[in-house]
């Protein structure tokens, strides 16, 4: 009875030990390297960059307890970012989260270990980055835009609210990997009926010159490609139109948040907040290459009523009730 009683006690006192230990044991705290091609946020919990906490946050994870986040800003700058992965590999950084398409060539050369997650892409299978939506393959997975499938629908959109409109210029950044994407616009274009200049613009000079210069070419509107360069000075790029009076459209809605006269497409912080779920299933053991890429099934389109008014417009009665954002 007594030796019962002292093995019992013995595996009482040593399971009291193992959980007294696994509770004095340290929580492991992850550490995610981000890239972005913004600006660093006056604040983050405002920004299209918050959309990242926040995701992570409805899944558990509180920042600087759960994990620490090594934000990146490229602020449109790409010459920067081998010296950003550089740094995540010193680091050994857990997951990898890139938010510039521009970035992932640059990452993908760096490492085919650490996990990577697109918080945003534009093409990723065809511009060589993964082998399919459906099966991702490496170490990349993560969200896709759809904003190339979408050109036909903003050109209509422009259509509609430019009277007489015949001749639109498709601006995009060289440096960024989205080439097909404006190919894409350019057929939309001409699909539409609608002859078009394609317009490069890889700095802030020649972006300003698509604006000094646009009345050469009589371009009677703007279809503005999404890349990190132009997000981050889309503020100065709704004023330049204004300034202008050249009707402009975006493919996010916070181009028209900022002052652009109208968007169709994505939003850049549901991205961010989509992305903390790769990051979640990667931290709990799946594999990026067994992580499908998703594409947003949700297009907003944004009118700012504001903008239309600057630029002398009459908004079309159909357009306003087939708009899911006014801004006044």
Do not use: C
Not at 69 to 91: C, K, S, T
Not at 275 to 283: P, T
């Amino acid at each position: 009875m007594r030796r019962r009683e002292f093995v019992l006690g013995s595996v009482g006192g040593a399971l009291a030990s193992s959980v007294d230990i696994a509770r004095a044991q340290p929580r492991k705290v992850w550490r995610i390297g981000l890239i972005t091609g913004l600006a660093r946020p006056h604040s983050f919990s405002t920004s299209l960059l918050g959309g990242f906490a926040n995701g992570m946050l409805e899944l558990g994870y509180v920042e600087d307890r759960d994990y620490i986040a090594e934000w990146r800003f490229a602020d449109g700058q790409y010459e920067g970012l081998p010296g950003f992965m550089a740094d995540f590999i010193r680091m050994q950084v857990d997951v990898i989260v890139l938010g510039s398409t521009a970035a992932i060539p640059v990452a993908k050369r760096a490492t085919a270990s650490i996990p990577i997650v697109l918080a945003y892409s534009v093409d990723p299978v065809g511009n060589g980055f993964v082998d399919s939506l459906a099966r991702p393959g490496g170490n990349i997975t993560g969200l896709a835009s759809s904003s190339d499938d979408s050109s036909p629908k903003r050109l209509e959109l422009l259509t509609a609210m430019v009277p007489n409109l015949r001749r639109v210029g498709i601006v995009w950044n060289p440096d960024s990997p989205v080439q097909q994407a404006a190919r894409t616009a350019e057929a939309a274009a001409r699909d539409a009926g609608l002859s078009s200049v394609v317009i490069e613009a890889r700095t802030f000079v020649e972006l300003e010159n698509v604006f000094a210069m646009m009345s050469e070419p009589r371009l009677q509107a703007l279809v503005i490609m999404p890349d990190s360069f132009f997000n981050a000075r889309r503020d100065r790029i709704a004023a330049l139109a204004i300034e202008n009076k050249m009707p402009t459209i975006f493919a996010q809605r916070e181009y028209a948040e900022a002052g652009g006269l109208m968007a169709y497409g994505e939003s850049t912080g549901e991205f961010y907040r989509r992305a903390a779920s790769y990051v979640d299933k990667i931290l709990k053991g799946t594999k990026p290459a067994n992580l499908p890429m998703e594409q947003p099934t949700r297009f907003f389109f944004t009118v700012n009523l504001s903008t239309a008014k600057a630029l002398g417009l009459e908004v079309p009665t159909s357009l306003l009730a087939r708009a899911d954002e006014i801004i006044d």
